[in-house]
Every structure is written in structure tokens, then in C-alpha cells.
């Protein structure tokens, strides 16, 4: 096209430039604003798995999205870190972790030595008694490191797509965010929702002193009534028959984490409501996802979501996907069938939406905060060479022994490692009197040399944008926050990980910034979405100024993505 001259071509370009816009214009601008905009979040879903198992669906659920709306089908999270307060809060934010400030589910405050939890917050504790943390029953070690049951949004340094519905709406949309994970409620309510999230101690659905003084009445008589309870005694069992499941002969496998009582094979019993691992084990199977189902029909109905003219908003964020993709792997009977019944859960929500609030007023966009890798053992059976990290190896290399003797240090250099981060001894290397960022430069340099890592990048390199224009390093920047990135970042080589959680070993840990992990689906419908399925690369920083603009409101104040321009064209 470059090479016609005529001097018409500058005229019909800019016609044309002109009716595009306007056309994008007309479609944003006209269309009636939706009573409801429902953001879900499913954790862990990896971008090829609704096309894996499209074909096993119902009617309702995922095929409702997949079969009338529009389908990103090259969608990638942008930033290095997949994990779960990363991903979500870079859905509600459009922003990367660089700006948003949630750069890891755990890092170190430098001030108290201390590691922080992403959304503790002591001001603010739960508001019922005894429902934080049960440290001896928690299998999320990031959990385990709150040292108070305090949560609040306060972390989040810029404001969600969901502040902006309230701040452009004066005040009058409703803002609710459900998940059985704090970090998937909180960060996607935002600065000015309303966050309930589960409690596996207390099998109830909990917030904090920051969004209530007390509960509204249906949230008592919901935990009143004992939902979990109907689980007690009961196991979960295969929805099918195996034969019409991929993973139908791959039941019992090596790799599979063996919970007590639960076990490796179908039915997996969910035990006694008194038994110790009880509230654990409704959020390692599809129960999870059911009672925040459950609980979230039950705000619908009660908080009168989507029944006037200004546009609500709820965000459901389904953990369950992650948890037994962890404890399983996401090529497992277990996580197959999990998908499954998401897909029930799925068709049964859009259904009680579709009679309290009409899905032709509800515009619905799912994504998910990160996917996964195959377990290694699975890959292993494949022929695939294949283990996880063993991390004690690392702290044994002589080469750091080397280093330290090199730089006369004669005390620990390195403070701590919580993944992806690794933090150096600063007031050690102060004491000695070296220079922090060619200490960083040396260690990085050692340990990119060690055995499954495939880049340690240093904080000073990044700081001054003294590293290689490739997309992994770029996404190791977009992951930098100064005030709270330890000194090196560790990316470890494809199909590698550490799978230890305290001492229990799961099947995968997610995180890394490989396409497996960063690749998620991005799923708009209702409110007149065409059906259309996009293989151009796009990112999840560009779902939340594509709500801002349905919902004419400002994007959010931290947001890089540029809205998805498929969505308003019919
Ligand atoms: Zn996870």
C-alpha cells in the first residue's frame, strides 16, 4: 500500500481512519450500558483448556461464552510472575505489577525484615471470631506467612476497573468481589468494593473491619445455615462415566499429591465436618466453586445487583481450578472432571442471572490470573526429560561459597529466597562497605549458571534498563517494583519448578513467565457481543480499559492496555 502515489490515497485514507472511528465511536458510545458487568476469574484456567474440553460441555456454561461471544484465543499476561494476587489485580488494574505494586503473592518488607502477605492488613481483621488462617491445616504457604487474619486492598498502589465504576457513577453502582481466596476477592473489589472470600477454618464466607462493621443480615443467615456442611460424609465422585474422559485411564498416578483421606483416586472423600482437613478439602475439589456459587446467587438476590440502570458490578473468582491443578496437575481425571463441573457451576450461574437480570443486560468477560505447567512426572511418562527444582542444592553451590569469600563476606549474603526473589544480605553488604549493585551483578552472574535456572536478572540492571530487548526480560521489568522486588529475579528453565509447599510436594507450582503459564483465555459476551473468534496476540492488561470504555467510564489509573476494539465491532 506504501507504494501508490496518488494524491487521492492521503483522502481516502483519512475517510476511511474517519469512519472507523466513528463506527468505533457509535458502537461504544450508543450501546445501552449494561445493568450488570460480571468479571470471572477462573484460577489457574490455562488458555487451551476450554478448547480441550469444549467438546464434553453442556449447554450454558462455557459454550454460552465460547459459542456466542468473543473469544481471545492468543492472550497472554505480559508480566513475569503468574501468580495469583499478580494476575488478578493485573485484571482488575489494566496495569502491570511494576505499577500496581502486587509484584508477588509474598515479598520482603525491608524495613521489618519481614515477609509480608499480599493483602494483610492488621488494621482490619475478619470480622468473625476465629475464622483466619489455620496454620497447621493451610496448605498455601503464602497464607501461612499473614501474621494477622487483617485484610484489606491497601497494598494496591492504583486504583480497579471496579473504583472506577464507583467514582464515575457518583457513588451509585454496587461493587462485589467473591472468591474462596482473599487475594481473588480483595483485589479485584478494589479500593472501594465489597470482598468476601472463604474460610476453610470456619467453612464460612468471610470480610474484614475495611469493608463492614458488621455483616448485612444474609450473609449471617448464609454461614447460619451451613452450606459446607452438606458435603460431610459425601465424596466427590466422577460426573461421567470414565470412558468419555481423556484422563479416563490415568486415574492413580505417582506424581498425584496423596492428601490423607483423600487420596489419589476417585471418590475422594471430603470425611467428617469435624475432620481436621474438612474445610480444605471443599476447596481442593469442585465444592469450592459451588459454594461460591451458592453464596454469590444469594448476594445477587439480596443485594439487588443489576436491577436498575446503573451498572453493577460482581467479580467471582473460582479457586477450585487452582487447587487441584496444584495437588493433581492440569492433565489429570481429577482437574478433567473439575472442568467439568465448573462448567455446571458456570451454566447454573448464567442461568439464575438470566432470571434475575436478563444475559442480554449482563455483559460477562472470564480470564484467568495465570494457567500452569504439566507435572513433571506426566511429562516424564510422555518421554519428556523432566523434574522439579530442588532448591537445598542451591544453597550448597560452591560458587556462592566462592563469591562470598571473593568479596570478604564472611556471614549470610543471602537474606532470603521466596520465589521468584532472591533478597541479599543489604546490611551485611553495607557493613563490608561493597557496592550493592555489583554484588548483585556477581551473584546473578553465579547462579545463572546453576542447574535449571535460565536467567537471574539483577534489580539495579533493571532499574536502569541495562538488560536485553527479548520478551523474557521485559517481562521480568513489567514485574519490578523498586520499593518491593527483592535484588535478583530468578526465571528457571522451562518445565521446572519448585513444587515444594512446606514440606508437602504438589504436582506443579505456576509462575513462571512461560507460555504455559502466561497464557489465559479472554472471553467477552452478552450485551450484543457478536460471536467471534481473535488469534491476534493480545494482553489482560486490555480487559480493564475495555470494561471502562463499555462502561464510559475512565480507565483505571495504573492501566497500559489498550481497549480490545473486537468487542465493539459487530
Ligand atoms: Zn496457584
Known sequence: MTKIKTNKYPVYISLAALLCCLSFSTAAQSREKPRLILQITVDQLRGDIPNRHYHQFGEGGFRYLMDSGTIFLSANHGHANTETIVGHTTLATGADPAIHGMIGNVWLDRSSGELNYN????????????????????????????????????????????????????????????????????????????????????RQFVSSKFYYDTYPEWVTGWNAAKPAARYADEPWQLLNDKSIYLFGDADDRPYETDLPGFGRIFPHPYGKTDGKLFGTLLTLSPAGDELTLDFAKTLITNEDIGQDEITDYLSLSFSSTDYVGHIFGPSSLESEDNILRLDQTLANLFRYIDEHIGLEKTLIVLSADHGAPEAPGYLAELGFEADYIHPESFEKEEALQRLKARFGIGEELIATFFSPYLYLARDVIEKVGLDLAQVQDAVAMEISRFDGVALAVSSTALAQGNIPDSSLYNSVKRNFNPD???????????????????????????????????????????????????????????????????????????????????????
Open 484 to 570: 518491593r522486588s527483592g535484588d535478583i529475579y530468578l526465571v528457571f528453565s522451562p518445565n521446572r519448578f519448585i513444587n515444594d509447599f512446606d514440606g508437602l510436594n504438589v504436582a506443579v507450582t505456576h509462575g513462571s513467565p512461560w507460555r504455559y503459564d502466561t497464557y489465559v483465555p479472554i472471553m467477552f459476551a452478552g450485551m450484543g457481543i457478536s460471536h467471534k473468534k481473535i488469534t491476534r496476540p493480545v494482553e489482560t492488561v486490555d480487559i480493564a480499559p475495555t470494561l471502562s470504555l463499555i462502561a464510559g467510564v475512565k480507565p483505571p489509573s495504573g492501566s497500559v492496555g489498550a481497549p480490545l476494539m473486537e468487542v465493539f465491532n459487530p
Open 119 to 202: 493483602v494483610e492488613d492488621s488494621r482490619y481483621p475478619i470480622l468473625t471470631q476465629d475464622a483466619g488462617v489455620d496454620k497447621k491445616t493451610e496448605i498455601d504457604p503464602t497464607q501461612r506467612l499473614a501474621r494477622s487474619d487483617g485484610r484489606s486492598p491497601a497494598a494496591i498502589l492504583v486504583s480497579t476497573f471496579s473504583d472506577e465504576l464507583k467514582i464515575g457513577l457518583a457513588g451509585k453502582s454496587k461493587n462485589f468481589a467473591v472468591s474462596v481466596k482473599d487475594r481473588g476477592a480483595i483485589s479485584m473489589a478494589g479500593h472501594s468494593g465489597k470482598a468476601f472470600w472463604f474460610s476453610k477454618k470456619t
